[in-house]
């Protein structure tokens, strides 16, 4: 294994650092965990805790990631290594560096299915398929889906050609370049699905759902699930962050940078939130989590609502993007450590992680 340190590629801007931080955080864990959360922890008052929890411990934790990250300029292992060296101290923190780069790589394992499930809605309701149905109809469909896998290999196979050929082409040339178109895309997609929830009439009780406030309902479990949402959705201790970090010029700030996207990724929830939770209310249903919100739920409150049907398209297409980000976040550090400690090129190292990994 290689120690040397060769010239590392950075981000071509802070706001692109920004961008890419965004997407590794706004992922999954923001559309389908946190509006639910927020509906049944207690609507304002878990977001002024789970705002606590960010601000207090998750943007310091980030700020160390970046600061060890950009210190060293390379993925978690060797980062661990050199800094362990430097201190004097003993060898073995090489094992967190690992450990961050193994979670990660766990964490794809599941991700990468639900983002085929995603891609083949996307291609689905494109192609008219589930078009106003009801909701055993949609949960027949998810179902046939999940019992024929093989019906998943495009959508699989396309979405793991998406995510190698960003990584492949590098820092530069891959990931900074898809932030950069995907990111304004997202956001795009968002704004025009916030207009079209705001106008259907049914905002209001959204907000009061996810806004009101019940302070009575305060305990450690609500600080527990507060937390655990941040760290799993700002991608803390997984060494995505420090990776990232490596890559951001010494002349940035990082306190400010850090708590931009902290704030932003708490932001970008709630938005989300708001369109999820409007579009359930508007259908006269109840939100739920996980598999069930996103795959039976939405499509069809989407079908009884006007437009709706181009509505879910680009809703699926805005968890899709969001899935890309997040996915190509969790495989920086391992590919990374494959080019810069195994001495592979990139698009070899990005083939090994996408491919050996994601099997
Ligand atoms: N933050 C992502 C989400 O909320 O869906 C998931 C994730 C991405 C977790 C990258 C960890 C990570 F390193």
Partial sequence: MQTGRKAQEL??????????????????????????????????TFILVYLFCVLLVGVPIMMAEVLLGRRTRSNPVQSMQILSQEAGASPRWVWAGWLAVLT????????????????????????GLLVDVGAEQASDFFAAMLNAPESLLIS???FMLVV?????????????????YLMPL?????F????YAYNSGYFAQAYHYLFAFHPDRIDAGMFIAALSHAFF?????????MTYGAYLSRKESIGQTVACVGVLDTVLGLLVGMVVITVVFAAQMEPASGPGLLFITLPVAFGQMHAGQVLCVIFFLLVGFAAVTSVISLLEPATALLEQSFALPRPVAACVSVGALGC
């Fill in 11 to 44: 981000w071509s801007h802070r706001s692109v650092f920004i961008l890419a931080l965004l997407g590794s955080s706004a992922g999954l864990g923001n559309i389908w965990k946190f509006p639910y959360l927020t509906g049944e922890q207690g609507g304002g």
């Fill in 104 to 127: 990660g790589v766990l964490i794809f394992s599941f991700y990468a299915v639900v983002a085929a499930w995603i891609f083949h809605y996307i291609f689905s309701l494109s192609a």
């Fill in 156 to 158: 699989h196979s396309i």
């Fill in 164 to 180: 190698l050929l960003i990584l492949g082409a590098g820092v530069r040339r891959g990931l900074d370049r898809a932030i950069r």
């Fill in 186 to 190: 997202l956001l795009l997609l968002l």
């Fill in 192 to 195: 025009i699905l916030l207009v």
């Fill in 233 to 241: 959705t700002l991608s803390l201790g997984m060494g995505v962050v």
